[in-house]
């Protein structure tokens, strides 16, 4: 029976394990869990959501502070329009962020950036130039375009140096996004390094409808395929979506991928950036526990947990310290909705939104629970201990149960508790 390391995933003339954690914004997976994927010779993700707020709280930087009291005297407006990023300080958190993720990079593998195109910052364009191309004048090693179709976005790196050079890969959820991703960006004469296949039972954003249990990740992988061989295009394939042990893996693997994308069973491991309390809630989530609901306000469905306490939470929308989600013309799904249940219920002090949430706050905050479909089984890949509390894993020990396991295997951790009696 095979193991995924009976394979080698080659990436612009680069062999590696064929393993990549997939990004999870807003330091989910840290520097340091991509730094391990990297040090055991796979790919890991850092991600550049809501960039500022992570570098002030991983380098003490101040750069929320000072868009705060830029915009402080806007705070109770409802129109966004005048809350800007400032660019150079985009480009230097984003170096900030990079270089030093990538000055501690050890082993064979990769270090790559997540970089979403629904992160509109009230200026699409110019904030995505600024945080491609220096993630690029940093030294990242690729650069995984996510969340949106990115028609324009390898042309905003074209001039850069490394643009031909650094690893650039989007994720598609259907082999129409692909195709008009390659048409658009065929006079550039560069083909994405690989291409991640994104299905129905990921985590974070989803490329569905709220009829995504209709899809199939093997389907789309196989048809995505099919025609990059008609087309004789020989583009590595990542799938991504549901790929619990190792054993799946290898079933992607011998049907034709480079390697997989995985992300989930990486939540509950010591280098994942969410507060302890919360990898337990992901531990304990039972199958009905977790909902592909509508609250995000990038127009896309979105996996969580149903007790995230984001949900329904009515905070007064922080776009002056965050803004993210602003598009073009300054406005925000969840703005709406906000001022919609205020005008409703005057002068209670704290309103109940249901249909948005306020993303940029309660993702800060590790108050959205996103998941994947099969974070319900993470509860079987550790023990537990005298308290009734779930053992954290290493990033090492998930890596190398993915990488080594046969057939639908999991291994477990040493008991911690045990082995510290024993000794
Ligand atoms: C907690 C969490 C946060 C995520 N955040 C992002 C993100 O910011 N950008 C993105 O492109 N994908 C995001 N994803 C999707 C993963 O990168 C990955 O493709 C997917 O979850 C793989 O499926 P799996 O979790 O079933 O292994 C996230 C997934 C999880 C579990």
New binding site residues.
Partial sequence: MKRLDDFRMRLGGQDLVPIMI?????D??TSDLALEAARLGGVG?I?D?MIKTVTDRRYKTKFVKAKQAQYQYNVASADKSAVKFNLEDLAQATRLHVGRTIERKRGSGLVFI?C?EKLTMNGPKDTLSVRLNSALDAGIDGI?L??GLHLGSFALMEAHPRFRHAKLGI?VSSLRALQLFLKKNSRLNRLPDYV?V?GP?????LGFGMDWAKYDLATIVAEIQQWLQQQQLDIPLIP?????TGGDAVRFLEAGAAGV?????F?VTHECGLPDDIKQEYFRANEDDIEVNEISPTGYPMRMIKSSPGIGDGIRPNCEAYGYLLDASGKCAYIDAYNREVAAHPGERKVKVWDKTCLCTHMRNFDIW?????AWRLKDTSVRQPDGSYQLLSAQHVFEDYQFSTGGQVRLPEPEVAAAAAD
Wanted: charged share 5%; with cysteine; net charge neutral.
């Fill in positions: 997939g990004g999870m914004g807003v989910i997976s993700h991600s959501a997540n979403m995984t996510a969340a994720i991640v994104e039972l990921a985590g974070g954003h991504a979506g549901g790929i619990f994308q995985v992300a989930t069973r939540t996103t998941c994947g479909h099969m």
